[in-house]
């Protein structure tokens, strides 16, 4: 069993970044597929990306790419997502899941482990 945290949330300006953190507990985090998805209010939960257990595969929604970058540092057990040129359309509550499984998926009824999300709201 994992636990995750997440950090790194707040309110930006359009244009700015945030890097977004996620902590792991346990020593079996590099078992582990890792995502972030994303909740607006009144919306359904979106995939953002995802990174493989051993962080060489990398999976984008079409809205995060060129944008934001997922990687992961199994020796420090966390997983991070870069957010350069933050729009409006990108608040929402970010989530970090992780699945022990070798396939990353977009679904997020595929992943067993979840943070209590941090807030991203981004100012026009």
């Known amino acids: 069993q994992v636990q995750l945290i997440e950090s790194g949330g707040g309110l930006v300006q359009a244009g700015d970044s945030l890097r977004l953190s996620c902590a792991a507990s346990?020593?079996?985090?590099?078992?582990?597929?890792m995502a972030w998805f994303r909740q607006a209010p009144g919306k359904e939960r979106e995939f953002v990306a995802a990174i493989s257990w051993d962080g060489t595969t990398t999976y984008d929604a079409d809205s995060a790419k060129g944008r934001f970058t997922i990687s992961r540092d199994n020796a420090k057990n966390t997983v991070y997502l870069q957010m350069n040129s933050l729009k409006p359309e990108d608040t929402a509550v970010y989530y970090c899941a992780a699945r022990r499984e070798v396939r990353a998926t977009m679904t997020w009824t595929d992943y067993a482990y979840w943070g209590q999300g941090t807030q991203v709201t981004v100012s026009s």
């Open positions: 346990g020593r079996t985090f590099g078992f582990y597929t």
